[in-house]
């Protein structure tokens, strides 16, 4: 089975930066594809970036192009979102995902495992 721990959220404030890990276990690492979905209160669920098993191929929800970084080291067994410029709507418990398979994918229905998420606050 394969588990996943999310960590890095916190609070912080308009215009500054956060990195987000998330650590997998229980498979191996470079099996999986990997992505970040968020939520917001009272919002669904909603992608935010993907990475390929081979971390060669990414993909990115329009409203954080040129932000958001999406990277993995397989020595470590962890993904990162790297997020710059944050706004007050990037607000949200942000989760992430795997599944055995290429990749990437940007749908929730695509992933099998999940993350128990963490809280990202930005203040205005």
């Known amino acids: 089975q394969v588990k996943l721990v999310e960590s890095g959220g916190g609070l912080v404030q308009a215009g500054g930066s956060l990195r987000l890990a998330c650590a997998a276990s229980?498979?191996?690492?470079?099996?999986?594809?990997m992505g970040w979905f968020r939520q917001a209160p009272g919002k669904e669920r909603e992608f935010v970036a993907a990475?390929?098993?081979?971390?060669?191929?990414?993909e990115y929800a329009d409203f954080v192009k040129g932000r958001f970084t999406v990277s993995r080291d397989k020595s470590e067994n962890t993904m990162y979102l790297q997020m710059n410029s944050l706004k007050p709507d990037d607000s949200a418990v942000y989760y992430c995902?795997?599944?055995?398979?290429?990749?990437?994918?940007?749908?929730?229905?695509?992933?099998?495992?999940w993350g128990q998420g963490t809280q990202v606050t930005v203040s205005s």
């Open positions: 229980g498979r191996t690492f470079s099996s999986l594809a």
């Open positions: 990475i390929s098993s081979s971390a060669s191929n990414t």
């Open positions: 995902a795997a599944v055995a398979f290429s990749g990437p994918y940007m749908h929730t229905y695509e992933y099998d495992h």
